[in-house]
């Protein structure tokens, strides 16, 4: 899938030390403002334990996991929009992903300097979303613009979109991001044509020391209460813990460092496992003596679209999916198995893929 996450943050919240355990792309990270000034783009491979359990039933050759593509954005600084720092560039590259995970420094260190003089992650987390806000509010005055010069013929259609547009502006001018905007279904393709930047959905990551990994902090209180009433989730993680379990060689090393801090599993799974919702995307498995292997869908896709991830043939030429649920092939371990219980599937185009489906194609091109 194309679909990205991108990284934001003001300088020196932790932004790039979270890519680089998310990735292990090893982007420089450093104590001082706009360490980042070019976006790093990095390919997180999705953990999924019913990958593992497949491949114990199926005995592959080889085991392929998922993948998502994250983007590490420049630290956003007051007055980007007018161009501050490196504000023009991190809004071009905002607007280039598809969501946004969005790191706030919720630990104190005296030996990391931080932009504003302390740390505040309520009002960090204002700085960005006025920035981004000042510049939606700029793209809506030019699309309302051209909407009141069309509405001059008296065409309803384009007196309702100035109606809507001058909604919109009002909504944003009141800092709320467009995200949490009702539209209405026939102005749905004006909305989405102004690619405003706070309609990303978004993920909200703490970053806190070690101390706070688990329960938070008087800063992760605050803040969370200040998010209460946003339709977005709020991770706690400790990015300097990541970054020394990513250093680790083997899986069971990084395991017993996570048990020893307390944790149940690293937390850049959590993070991954909540990007990859962020972006609306499920799982489905292909599984045979060649590889088991996971693949990326939108929620919603249809059984040839689904076939497309593959091949793009596989999708042209798309006669039927045998599908079998996951707990199915849990419950019966091997294919053969699951046939002979009747619970294989034949469905045909119109069928939505679920996540967790195991699936193979029949095609003809």
């Known amino acids: 899938m194309a679909l990205k996450c991108g990284i934001v943050g003001l300088p020196n919240v932790g932004k790039s030390t979270l890519f680089n355990a998310l990735t292990s792309a090893k982007a420089l990270a450093a104590n001082y403002p706009f360490a980042t000034k070019d976006p790093n783009v990095g390919i997180i491979t999705v953990p999924d334990k019913r990958l593992d359990q497949l491949a114990t039933f199926v005995n592959p050759q080889k085991i392929l996991p998922t993948t998502v593509e994250i983007v590490d954005i420049a630290g956003l600084i007051k007055g980007a929009s007018k161009g501050e720092g490196l504000g023009n560039q991190f809004l071009a590259n905002i607007r280039e992903v598809d969501a946004i995970m969005h790191v706030v420094r919720c ?98 990551v703490c970053n806190v020391d070690e101390n706070a990994v688990n329960d938070g902090n008087e800063h992760t209180i605050k803040f969370k209460d200040a998010v209460k009433d946003e339709p977005a989730e709020v991770i706690l993680i400790c990015a300097g813990i990541e970054a020394e379990i990513a250093e680790l060689d083997t899986a069971e090393e990084r395991m017993e460092f996570v048990e020893a801090m307390g944790l149940s599993e690293p937390g850049v799974n959590r993070v991954i496992h909540a990007a990859y919702s962020l972006l609306k995307l499920i799982t489905y498995f292909t599984a045979g003596e060649k590889e088991v292997r996971a693949w990326t869908v939108l929620e919603g896709s249809t059984a040839p679209q689904a076939a497309g991830v593959i091949h793009t043939d596989f999708e042209k030429g798309f006669i039927r999916a045998e599908v079998i649920a996951y707990h199915d092939y849990v419950e019966h371990k091997s294919e053969s198995a699951v046939k002979e219980a009747g619970k294989l599937r034949i469905e045909g185009k119109e069928y939505i893929v679920k996540d967790g489906d195991v699936m193979h194609f029949r095609f003809n091109v």
């Open 107 to 204: 630990f104190e260190d005296d030996n990391v300097i931080h932009v504003d003089g302390n740390v505040n992650p309520v009002r960090d987390k204002d700085i960005i979303d006025t920035e981004l806000i000042l510049k939606d509010l700029e793209t809506i005055e030019k699309r309302l613009e051209r909407y009141r010069k069309q509405a001059k013929t008296g065409n309803k259609e384009d007196k309702k979109k100035v109606e809507f547009g001058e909604s919109l502006y009002k909504h944003l001018e009141d800092g709320n991001p467009a995200r949490s905007f009702e539209v209405e279904e026939d102005m749905l393709s004006s909305y989405q044509d102004m690619h405003l930047l706070t309609s990303k959905p978004i993920l909200y």
